[in-house]
């Protein structure tokens, strides 16, 4: 396991534009595999277009405390990038006229921001109906300042949505690092003890699944039923669903597939597993991602492609509804990873 | 043309079999399909079962496939270990239950 994320390393993976090279080359530029577009194109699906906004995802910064093998982010506790108060305020200036009803907060850990738990309270005042975190548990033994977090989610309702690789410790150590499956154990019993993820309760608490190395998800129905059986017999943890997730090769995780000599049969599973009725559903048709320092990105991964939304206008502090709802969605063949099987986004299966 | 009998990326033309012979290959795989749904069985027990067979078959494209598919559905190392023990407990008993044919033959020819 690195301790460094790719852009300490200098490794040229950190470099987006190398990402693109390598995803449009080999396979795909000797026509062995179809780019993502002519897909699509096949199907009568391109281009992609989004649908009503609903969703704001907020990379509140790459900050993390882990250094997970597969983080698409490249996030480390490395990484300075945090986004400001001034762009936080940006982003609930624009809440009040989307009509967005969720914030979605991501990160790297997104609690490591110092205005954080600020961001959060603002949010629910400003009326949006849910907001999720996107915590790696281990955050909150990490240091005392965070202990009192899942009494602060309980609090203002949020949503807790929790990385949780396999319900064995040796499967999910190999990928998130040492000692993870312990200190996520010990907070999901915080979580538990004050509510969160209870048969019943209100304060939701979801685990997000991804394969711990080159293959895909498995049936998300199935693996809920396995994961709750073995948390609650060994550990008597509860929680509500689980989304499984499949790793986009991009990053972190495309680095392993090259490292590994899996990239290409990886992409031939992929492109196999195809699922055009997943399409329809991807969650850049109702997302629209937000970087640290304000840019607007069709997703997450996008984000991080530095493929910013195809607009004439692309920064938060400019935001303009009916503008944004024309553009067309910038693809690549790392979108295969959204279409495969059921399909995947940050709220699991879409097909 | 490869220069070994085996071929990993093989695997992957599968499917092209049906060109040969269509109504036969999509027969087969309409039959693969089937017997791989959740049943009396689950589809996970199916997959250990898979696994084990693709042992005792000796088949390095089924090992390819069903130890992906086994990681697919969450089963662990120590699952997929017992399967195939499993199905060399059955290979090796099969081999040495002949052997009662040996005594039989020693006695019957012995003085």
């Known amino acids: ?351 | 043309m490869s220069n070994t009998y085996y071929e990993p990326s093989d695997l992957r033309k599968f499917g092209a079999i049906t060109e040969w012979s269509k109504e036969l290959g999509e027969k087969f795989f309409d039959y693969y399909g089937k017997v791989f749904e959740e049943g009396a069985l689950t589809a996970r027990e199916k997959s250990l079962i898979a696994l084990a067979v693709s042992h005792v078959v000796k088949c390095p494209y089924c090992i390819d496939a069903y130890t992906q598919d086994g990681l697919k559905r969450g089963i662990t190392k120590e699952e997929m270990m017992e399967a195939v023990h499993a199905g060399a407990a059955i290979e090796s008993g099969a081999t040495l239950v002949h052997s009662v044919q040996m005594m039989n033959k020693y006695k019957k020819l012995s003085m």
């Open chain 1, 1 to 351: 396991m690195q301790l460094k994320s790719l852009k300490k390393r200098e490794n040229e993976l950190a470099n987006a534009k190398r990402q693109l090279e390598i995803l449009s080359n080999g396979i795909f530029q000797d026509e062995e595999l179809p780019t993502f577009r002519t897909k699509l194109a096949a199907q009568n699906q391109f281009p992609l277009r989004p649908k009503t906004l609903e969703i704001l995802q907020i990379n509140v910064g790459y900050m993390c405390n882990q250094v997970c093998g597969h983080c698409h982010v490249d996030a480390g506790p490395d990484r300075k990038e945090i986004m400001t108060r001034q762009t936080m305020q940006q982003c609930l200036d624009v809440i009040k006229q989307t009509g967005a009803h969720t914030l979605d907060l991501t990160g790297g850990a997104p609690e490591m921001n110092p205005d954080f738990r600020w961001f959060v309270e603002e949010a629910t005042k400003v009326g949006i109906k849910e907001v999720i975190v996107r915590s790696n548990l281990t955050i909150i033994n990490a240091n005392k300042k965070y202990n009192d977090l899942p009494e602060f989610f309980k609090k203002h309702g949020v949503h807790v949505i929790s990385s949780m690789p396999h319900w064995t410790e040796g499967k999910t150590d190999q990928q998130r690092g040492d000692g993870v499956f312990n200190a996520s154990i010990k907070a999901l019993k915080m979580l538990n003890a004050v509510g969160y993820g209870m048969p019943g309760s209100d304060l939701k608490l979801d685990l997000v699944y991804n394969p711990s190395g080159a293959f895909l998800p498995g049936d998300q129905t199935a693996l809920e039923a396995d994961f709750k059986k073995a948390l609650l017999s060994n550990f008597e943890i509860q929680f509500h669903n689980l989304f499984s997730i499949t790793n986009l090769p991009i990053s972190r995780f495309l680095d392993y597939l090259i490292a590994s000599e899996n990239y290409e049969d990886y992409m031939y599973n992929l492109v196999a597993a195809f699922n055009p009725a997943a399409v329809a559903n991807v969650m850049c048709t109702n997302t629209l991602s937000v970087s640290w320092d304000g840019w607007l990105y069709d997703c997450d991964f996008n984000q991080m492609l530095e493929l910013r939304v195809d607009s004439a206008v692309q920064h938060i502090s400019e935001f303009n509804k009916d503008l944004l709802s024309k553009r067309t969605i910038c693809i690549s063949q790392h979108c295969y990873g959204c279409t495969a099987g059921a399909g995947s986004s940050c709220q699991g299966t879409v097909a």
